[in-house]
T-cell receptor, first 115, second 112 residues
């Protein structure tokens, strides 16, 4: 079975400061990992993914994430937060083995960036 | 990656009625999925829509309540049948192609 944990319901950060949104995962095989962002009354927008290769993945809007196999983590980061980054962020995982195609989502982390 | 148009974007329905949600993809996708999301909460997978055959439902979801069609590789519908207030939620479709997973903008359903 595959699972994702986002331990923080909410993260508050001042504009201009770095931000981190945490995600840990559990899969039987190798993970495919994703980050999505959801603005109010909108669908999910893709930010970035890790399939294989470099552990540091760069994505949309200046976001990046670091895959850490030993810690089974895939934390989302941005060097300098913007007020417009305030949204709901979801981490998702898919097990690359077992023939499954389903994404399993974390519970989401509400990011609030304040002036 | 693919772009998904989902409609309606929102609806208010009477209990006991049914609503059909449509998703049209601008390119062929190998897989399509239907999710339910309570506002501000995580996504729960309802089913995987299979082209030309019956959908594969997750535990707790049944075909009689959530019939799904997928007649081709670019279109799928989800019907919420015999609705009750507990069905009030956001329903999202998703498609998977070689680039990854794309989502529709969601249908906000309120059952009164």
């Amino acid at each position: 079975a595959q699972s994702v944990a986002q331990p923080e319901d909410q993260v508050n950060v001042a504009e201009g400061n770095p931000l981190t949104v945490k995600c840990t995962y559990s899969v039987s095989g190798n993970p495919y990992l994703f980050w999505y962002v959801q603005y109010p009354n909108r669908g999910l927008q893709f930010l970035l993914k890790y399939i294989t290769g470099d552990n540091l993945v760069k994505g949309s809007y200046g976001f990046e994430a670091e895959f850490n196999k030993s810690q089974t983590s895939f934390h989302l980061k941005k060097p300098s937060a913007l007020v417009s980054d305030s949204a709901l962020y979801f981490c998702a995982v898919r097990d690359s083995t077992g023939g499954g195609n389903k994404l399993t989502f974390g519970t989401g982390t509400q990011l609030k960036v304040e002036l | 990656s693919a772009v998904i148009s989902q409609k309606p974007s929102r609806d208010i329905c009477q209990r006991g009625t049914s609503l059909t949600i449509q998703c049209q993809v601008d390119s062929q996708v190998t897989m399509m999925f239907w999710y339910r999301q309570q506002p501000g909460q995580s996504l729960t997978l309802i089913a995987t829509a299979n082209q030309g055959s019956e959908a594969t439902y997750e535990s707790g979801f049944v075909i009689d309540k959530f019939p799904i069609s997928r007649p081709n590789l670019t279109f799928s519908t989800l019907t919420v049948s015999n609705m009750s207030p507990e069905d009030s939620s956001i329903y999202l479709c998703s498609g998977r192609d070689s680039q990854g997973y794309t989502f529709g903008s969601g249908t906000r359903l309120t059952v009164v």
